[in-house]
């Protein structure tokens, strides 16, 4: 193998690549990035039997071939190479990499030993890159990190004809997103559950007008089964969840490839969670709003619980810590409802939300204000106004809406189309 790319495609797809390698691989040769060269230009892979990555670059390709070598040593040249042509060269069992003045030798892994990618499934449809990227950044927070528990590590992916949904859930708050895709089948309807994680990484680097092909190897089924949960949003009355049915999906677009297997486990019945109607509604600015919360949680510890008290056209805001720190902050919000009415979040989760009901400002034409009339309970949504300026004050115009049934009750925070996101209150 004997070729010349330059830098910056180099650094670009092997950071792509090596976000898939596996953190501690179960045998050596499974931390190692292939490289193929050939008349295409130069093929970067990487496959743990779970998550596979495949991403193409130019290159002018003297000698096609192929080598394995260590994916994360790899990334960490490439990151610091100058802006110079690379040259490549596989000599035996050792790559030379040469940029400029420097030269690196890395020892090669066995490639023949190498697992062969798995074929990407039969493409389900498209979806905009961005609007997937940006669902996906908003749903993601809410997923678990606890590994014991898989369903609550993965995002939901369920599709019914051009709708597509995702969701999220760490017990203690819940993030669905709906937005438009396009569908090879008119009708189709699945259901795939895919680890938060890999879909996150996956949807970084996607970009808005570009299409994205995502594949499904097997359709979810309905199933009266979930996962036993007796705290948090879910309860100990959960029943009617979707299977997230073990199989594979595939995400194509812009050269890059990446599939992951399906986490074969059920999901909650999420629909059921929402309450259908709330007693009091808040309308506040999501920059403002977002900007409080942080400095007020700045004295706040793991245990505190930011306690927030609607009045006539305020809010306040205030939580203290074990040490005796408090921290108190007065802004403006339309409020309809008791007045002193009062409810209280763990500070993090709440700031979680309302950064994720701001985000997605960009599908609405310019930035938005709180809207001024609540009639449609399933479907408030802060309205578009016309805003000039830099992002800074269209995210300050940004519009969220708070719904709540009663204090000790989840309540919903909405704000870009579609989003919707249930926080399971602290005792006041």
């Known amino acids: 193998m004997r070729l010349r790319i330059g830098r910056e495609a180099l650094a670009d797809a092997v950071a792509w690549a090596a976000r898939a390698l596996p953190t501690r691989p179960v045998i050596p040769i499974l931390a190692g990035l292939l490289l193929e060269a050939g008349e295409g230009g130069l093929t970067l892979s990487c496959f743990d039997y779970d998550v ?12 096609p071939g192929r080598a394995l070598v260590s994916g994360r040593l790899l990334a960490e040249i490439a990151r610091s190479l100058p802006a110079r042509p690379v040259d490549l060269v596989s000599e035996g069992d050792t790559v ?53 528990l898989p369903m609550l590590t993965g995002v939901l992916i369920e599709i019914d004809g051009s709708e597509m949904t995702l969701v999220a859930t760490d017990r203690y708050r819940m993030a669905v997103r709906e937005l438009d895709w396009q569908p090879v089948k008119a009708g ?19 970009v808005a007008g570009s299409e994205v092909a995502i594949s499904l190897a097997a359709e979810g089924q309905q199933t009266a089964a979930v996962a036993d949960d007796r705290s948090g949003l879910l309860g100990s009355a959960a029943a009617g969840g979707v299977d997230g049915a073990n199989g594979l999906i595939g995400f194509d677009g812009g050269g890059r490839r990446l599939t992951t297997r399906l ?68 802004i403006e919000a339309a409020f309809e409802g008791e007045d002193g009415f009062a409810i209280a979040f763990k500070p993090q989760y709440l700031i979680d939300g309302v950064a994720a009901a701001a985000a997605g400002g960009d599908e609405r034409a310019g930035g938005a204000e709180p809207a001024a009339d609540a009639d449609d309970h399933g479907g408030d949504e802060a309205r578009a106004s016309n805003v000039d300026g830099d992002k800074a004050q269209a995210e300050r115009a940004t519009g969220v809406i708070l719904e709540f049934t009663a204090p000790d009750k989840p309540a919903i925070i909405r704000g870009s ?12």
Do not use: N, W
């Open 417 to 428: 189309p579609g989003f919707r996101y249930l926080l399971a209150p602290m005792r006041t």
């Open 263 to 330: 986490l074969g486990t059920e999901f909650v019945a999420y629909k059921s969670r929402f309450p259908r109607d709330y007693r009091s509604c808040a309308r506040l600015a999501a920059g403002p709003f977002s900007a409080a919360i942080r400095r007020v949680a700045l004295v706040a510890d793991r245990e505190s619980r930011l306690l927030l008290t609607f009045r006539a056209g305020e809010l306040v805001l205030e939580t203290g810590s074990g040490d005796g720190s408090q921290a108190v902050e007065t």
């Open 52 to 63: 596979s990555a495949r991403v193409g670059a130019e290159a002018a390709v003297a000698e």
């Open 188 to 206: 189709v309807r699945a259901s795939a559950l895919v680890p938060a994680r890999t879909l996150a990484d996956a949807a970084k680097t996607m």
């Open 96 to 148: 030379v990499l040469t940029c400029g003045s420097g030269r690196f030798t890395l020892l090669g892994l066995p490639a023949d030993d190498f697992p062969a990618l798995p074929a990407l499934p039969p493409p389900a449809g498209t979806v905009d890159g961005g609007k997937f990227a940006t669902a996906v950044s908003q749903v993601v927070i809410a997923a678990g990190r606890d590994d014991t």
